[in-house]
């Protein structure tokens, strides 16, 4: 069953959370960009999740690597509603 899109931040964990934040902050990330969670891997692990839940998209760049993005519905409202979790 699908969820519906403005329930799909509804369980997210604290890191999931914290990962969403900062990408809609700074737009996009890669391997490379200048911030992760933890490790690289993680960063990774936890935007595959919120892909999944289509609160982000990914964008091939070359040699394997993904480039992540936020989605229309990672909007400020949304962040909004998470901090008042």
Same mark, same amino acid.
Request: proline share 3%; with cysteine; net charge positive.
């Given at each position: 069953?699908?969820? #519906?899109?403005d329930r799909r931040?509804?369980?997210l964990g +604290?890191v &999931?959370?914290?990962? =969403?934040?900062?990408?809609?902050? /700074?737009? /996009? $990330? +890669?391997?490379?960009? !200048?911030w992760? $969670?933890d490790?690289p891997?993680r960063? &990774?692990?936890? =935007?595959? &999740?919120?892909?999944k839940?289509r =609160?982000?998209?990914?964008?091939?760049v !070359?040699n !394997?690597k993904l480039?992540?993005y #936020?989605?229309k519905l990672?909007?400020?409202k949304?962040?909004e509603k =998470? +901090?008042?979790?």
């Open positions: 069953m699908k969820v #519906p899109a931040h509804l369980n +604290h &999931q959370r914290e990962v =969403l934040e900062a990408l809609e902050r /700074s737009g /996009s $990330w +890669h391997c490379t960009c !200048g992760v $969670w490790t891997g960063t &990774q692990r936890v =935007l595959d &999740q919120l892909v839940r =609160l982000a998209r990914t964008a091939a !070359g !394997g480039i992540y #936020p989605t990672t909007s400020s949304l962040l =998470l +901090h008042n979790i």
